[in-house]
């Protein structure tokens, strides 16, 4: 049975914003002649990869609000050029927008159970919505 991570995206304003974050990254990982994938660099390795590998993803929180989702395709570990161990988290460079959920802020990252994990949004349009307005919505019994 798969598990999912739930991570904070810190300074990020919006999905479109954590798009062209990574979409910079993947280029830049192109140059350097890596893989088109995004990886996202961590210092702890998690030690339920198998579970994560078995259709795992990666939740992102957006102003306080679990927004975006992608799936984890793989783990690199390696020693940073000050000679700390870090992990990156391989992930597909599609983000797919989730049913808005509030998330108190934490550090690093936390395992999230299959049957804790928001659904998918309808027609991808929730997790596009700017935050106020989703909140304001959700407030409202709309969404």
Avoid at 17 to 27: D, G, K, N, S, Y
Avoid at 37 to 46: K, Y
Avoid at 118 to 124: F, H, I, L, R
């Amino acid at each position: 049975m798969s598990v999912h991570l739930v991570k904070l995206a810190v300074g990020v304003e919006d999905v479109d914003h954590l798009r062209r974050i990574q979409r910079a990254r993947i280029e830049q990982n192109v140059a350097n002649g890596l893989s088109p994938l995004h990886r996202h660099v961590t210092r702890m390795t998690p030690k339920r990869q198998d579970e994560l590998l078995d259709g795992g993803s990666l939740y992102w929180v957006i102003k306080g609000m679990i927004r975006v989702r992608q799936k984890v395709v793989g783990f690199e570990n390696f020693t940073d050029d000050e000679g700390v161990r870090r992990c990156a988290f391989v992930l597909d460079p599609e983000l797919v927008p989730t049913q808005n959920r509030p998330q108190r802020a934490f550090q690093g990252w936390r395992y999230l159970p299959q049957d804790k994990a928001p659904k998918d949004a309808e027609g991808g349009h929730n997790g596009e919505l700017p935050t106020d307005l989703v909140r304001d919505l959700e407030d409202l019994g709309l969404l």
